[in-house]
């Protein structure tokens, strides 16, 4: 009865205002394979680090977000898919970054020259 009303009020068909069968989908059949390439950590980061320019963040912040990931992160996990990269490698880059940190308080960033007393 509502129907009718809102059919009778619009100007339409009765029928118009019935939910319609919803159709079949039509699955089209793939024309040309599409190659989709990964987006790794390298590529995100060059879109990433594109929107953080002034007045977004400082310019001296800008500077370390590029040294710091170029200097640690993009040469261990640069080339890594970024869907791939897991908390193993995040905890392993971290442990990296802290036993290089570890051998430069003590030795200068040299290698300590050891000779066997014969």
């Known amino acids: 009865m509502q129907?009718?009303?809102?059919?009778?009020?619009?100007?339409?068909?009765?029928?118009?205002?019935?939910?319609?069968?919803?159709?079949?989908?039509?699955?089209?059949?793939?024309?040309?394979?599409?190659?989709?390439?990964?987006?790794?950590?390298?590529g995100y980061f060059e879109r990433w680090v594109a929107d953080k320019v002034p007045p977004e963040v400082r310019r001296a912040q800008a500077n370390d977000y590029c040294r710091h990931m170029q200097g640690y992160v993009l040469p261990v996990l640069g080339d890594m898919p970024l869907e791939a990269v897991m908390a193993r490698d995040i905890l392993g880059l971290r442990t990296e970054v802290l036993l290089k940190a570890r051998c430069r308080r003590r030795c200068g960033g040299r290698r300590r020259m050891t000779t066997a007393a014969t």
């Open 3 to 42: 129907l009718r009303e809102n059919a009778q009020r619009c100007n339409l068909p009765e029928d118009a205002l019935r939910p319609a069968c919803i159709p079949e989908p039509i699955l089209l059949e793939p024309t040309r394979s599409i190659s989709v390439v990964p987006l790794t950590v390298q």
